[in-house]
T-cell receptor, first 111, second 112 residues
């Protein structure tokens, strides 16, 4: 089982819709979770962090964490073409503290 | 905002050359990292450092070394560049454990 798994996509949604990006992780002891956005040819940019079960909202973005199910998701409301990018899920595993990255989900928002 | 600066955006080197990739962060972060990113393989950790003078191997350290003489600077060295080291190299830093990383803009290295 991969440590952090994401559907590679591409996930295609129409402009104005809700995009839902999902991520599962294998280490039950993980405590810190992050979402990065990466535009083509650019470096990853941190957009959300979440540390406790439940929802965390920041503008059009909502991160959701369910530690019992080992599942973290990112919702993007009112999706815009500028949201088209690859979204990377990252998890801090155990005591070492390095981020483990998923391979990313490519999102395409169609006008 | 934290700034992580990588010295070169694009670099072309010849096989066998010794290559230095420099990374500087300006917010007194403790931890620094070097990754490479290749299509289909995702981000792979080469080396990391939790403190000055300290370095640890990541998942793919072969063919690379690092240097951290000052807290703000973390250098990646390709001892003898090979074509399979053609990649996007990303430096990252973070304040300390349990924080997310801030990435530099990346260096696209081509070895010919």
């Amino acid at each position: 089982q991969k440590e952090v798994e994401q559907n590679s996509g591409p996930l295609s949604v129409p402009e104005g819709a809700i995009a839902s990006l999902n991520c599962t992780y294998s280490d039950r002891g993980s405590q810190s979770f992050f979402w990065y956005r990466q535009y083509s040819g650019k470096s990853p940019e941190l957009i959300m962090s979440i540390y406790s079960n439940g929802d965390k909202e920041d503008g059009r973005f909502t991160a959701q964490l369910n530690k019992a199910s080992q599942y973290v998701s990112l919702l993007i409301r009112d999706s815009q073409p500028s949201d088209s990018a690859t979204y990377l899920c990252a998890v801090i595993k155990g005591s070492q503290g390095n981020l483990i990255f998923g391979k990313g989900t490519k999102l395409s928002v169609k006008p | 905002d934290v700034k992580v600066t990588q010295s070169s955006r694009y670099l072309v080197k010849r096989t066998g050359e010794k290559v230095f990739l420099e990374c500087v962060q300006d917010m007194d972060h403790e931890n620094m990292f070097w990754y490479r990113q290749d299509p289909g393989l995702g981000l792979r950790l080469i080396y990391f450092s939790y403190d000055v003078k300290m370095k640890e191997k990541g998942d793919i350290p072969e063919g690379y070394s690092v240097s951290r003489e000052k807290k703000e600077r973390f250098s990646l060295i390709l001892e003898s560049a090979s074509t399979n080291q053609t990649s996007m190299y990303l430096c990252a830093s973070r304040r300390t454990l349990n924080y997310g990383y801030t990435f530099g803009s990346g260096t696209r290295l081509t070895v010919v």
